[in-house]
């Protein structure tokens, strides 16, 4: 459709338009504060080069993206057989769904405690921290979806002769991608947050979150600012161009 | 194959749908099942299918208990039954790979079944690119490609505008003329009925009940239906439709 085109550049010229005001009101912080307060827009970029051209960023970049990796994927994939498997079986939905909503309602980060206690200091904790942030809002979407595939669609492949395993992969699962796509964006978006809270709080290794921590501590605010400009263009790049790519091709169907 | 029903009583809840319907559909015949709206038409093929079970009562298939849906009765729904998510090519090839058919084996059976009703160059468009008579000859391909012995059509073209309906009465009259297998079709449209079945029988309003059964005989019929004009006054009527021609209602109707 041409549609989805001309939207999709004129998202992108409100993208630029955004980076600009936010860069614009920056800026103007930075005129009216003195330069140990906030530093100046292109200060930062510099620093951000700086950065760029050090063995020691991709160092965190690596950790955290690894972190972000495992947590994240993690969560999709026991996100989708919890909501698939729930979705299905009526009896015990809307107890799950019960549960799932409470427990999505904690802050992920105020499990760091409890897993720096019970893993110890290290990755795990924040891993499992970025998982659980995660994993809800996949199973809770799945789990609506599957519950309102439509009934036709399940008499259909009953009638073919489906077995289950069949049926959940052809019918079920096609048929919930569109919901699964949208949860699993709002699931990256906590998991991002809570992979840099629990990288602040936690500090084992190198990442981005500890860099930020830092650069605070020492009272390097062009640290805190480039570490914060870095963590939003990260942010940006994954859910609009990475997700949005995968999205754009497992739903192509929809946009002929 | 022979379809039988003896005693076959089906409820939902305190709602009787059906009570103690008998009948035989001999193997190869074709019947046709008119009545009013919310009757249990759709119910009763349903059962036929094996994805509802009679309440009391028994139904066999070629003498085995109806038990559960398998491919050798097939039933056709009247829209949306198509998958949005594939092409048609591999809508219509699913109904072979759910038999674990080899997909290329399936695919090629399915390019066959889509070229004998008229939609070859559509192999790669989705549902929703084409109209809803290619939909529903998509749908007629589906049923057909895993040779079915009995056929189950629910209101099959209801959703089609009155000549698309017609081009598609006579592309199902051809496949099953060729095919030969036993088929039910639930319609609201007397002349559908008139024109496919060998056997019409008239409901009556909840819970159904046979107000009346008419042989039409296995005799080559075209869209001219004057020969039956007698017999489709009389099922019209049994429908409760007003068929005085005289009435000012209608003359009205004629000259707006
Ligand atoms: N799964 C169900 N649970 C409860 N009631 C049902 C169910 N399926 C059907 N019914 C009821 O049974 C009655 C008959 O339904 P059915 O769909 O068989 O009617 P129909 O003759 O096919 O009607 P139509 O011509 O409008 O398609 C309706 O009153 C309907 O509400
Ligand atoms: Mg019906």
Sequence with gaps: MNNSQTTGVASKRAYVAAIAIILFFWQV?????????????????????????????????GNSMSRLGIGYGAALFFGIILGLVG????????????AIIILQSIPS???????????????????????????F???????????????????????????KMQMLKRVYFPAVTPELITG????????????????????????????????????????????????????????????????????????? | MELQFSQVTKSFGDLNVIKQFDTTIRNGEIVALVGPSGCGKSTLLHMLAGLQQPTSGTLTAGGASVAKPSPERTLVFQEHALYPWMTLLDNVALALEFQDKPRKTSLAEA?????????????????????????????????????????????????LDALTRMTLQSVLKDLIE???????????????????????????????????????????KTHDLTAFA???????????????????????????
Aim: aromatic share 8%.
């Design chain 1, 29 to 61: 912080a930075a005129w009216f504060l003195p330069d140990f307060l906030m530093p100046d827009v292109p200060v930062a970029l510099q620093r951000l080069w700086e950065e760029l051209n050090s063995g020691e960023f991709y160092e965190g970049l």
């Design chain 1, 87 to 98: 979705g299905t079986l009526d009896m015990v939905r809307s107890t799950l769904k019960a």
């Design chain 1, 109 to 135: 980060i105020a499990w760091v405690p409890l897993f720096l206690i019970l893993m110890g200091f290290g990755n795990m904790p924040i891993i499992v921290v970025v998982a659980i942030g995660a994993f």
């Design chain 1, 137 to 163: 809002p996949t199973a809770l979407s799945v789990m609506n979806a599957t519950e309102s595939v439509e009934k036709v669609h399940i008499s259909a492949a009953r009638v073919m002769g489906a077995s």
């Design chain 1, 184 to 256: 699993a964006q709002l699931a990256f978006g906590n998991a991002w947050r809570a992979l840099i809270s629990a990288e602040m709080i936690v500090g084992f290794s190198a990442g981005l979150g500890k860099s930020l921590a830092y650069s605070g501590e020492i009272a390097d605010m062009t640290g805190v600012m480039t570490n914060i400009l870095v963590i939003a263009i990260l942010a940006a790049v994954i859910d609009q161009v990475i997700l949005e790519r995968i999205k754009h091709r497992l739903l192509r169907y929809q946009y002929l």
């Design chain 2, 111 to 159: 390019r066959k079944w889509l070229s004998r009703v008229k939609l070859e160059g559509f192999e790669d468009y989705y549902p929703h690119q084409v109209s809803g008579g290619m939909r529903q000859r998509c749908a007629l391909a589906r049923a057909f490609i895993a040779r079915p012995k009995v056929l189950l059509l629910d209101e099959p073209f209801g959703a």
């Design chain 2, 178 to 220: 060729e095919e030969r297998p036993t088929v039910v079709l639930v319609t609201h449209d007397v002349d559908e009925a008139l024109y496919l079945a060998d056997r019409v029988m008239v409901f009556s309003q909840r819970p159904a009940t046979v107000l009346r059964e008419v042989e039409l005989g296995h005799i080559p």
């Design chain 2, 230 to 256: 007698d017999v489709r006054l009389e099922v019209l009527h049994l429908l409760g439709i007003d068929t005085d021609e005289h009435t000012p209602a209608d003359s009205q109707g004629e000259t707006a």
